[in-house]
């Protein structure tokens, strides 16, 4: 069990830090297109960044909740 969380745990963090991933919705990728390269960017940004913080807390909480259920 513990092979595979970190397996899992290793592909979230290779996909997560690949800069090709894209986090932008239809609607952001048309405004992005008419901002250009640097504003594009910029916007990308923000949307991981607003993305990963809610990911983050489910994060901690599953992790907190599967340590104390394994110590029962």
Known sequence: MIKFSGLLL???FLLAG??????QCSICTRTAQQLGE???KALNHGIMY???TPLAICGIVGY???KNNKEA
């Open 10 to 12: 290793l592909l979230l």
């Open 18 to 23: 690949n800069p090709r991933a894209k986090a």
């Open 38 to 40: 640097g504003p594009a």
């Open 50 to 52: 607003l993305a990963l």
């Open 64 to 66: 907190r909740w599967w």
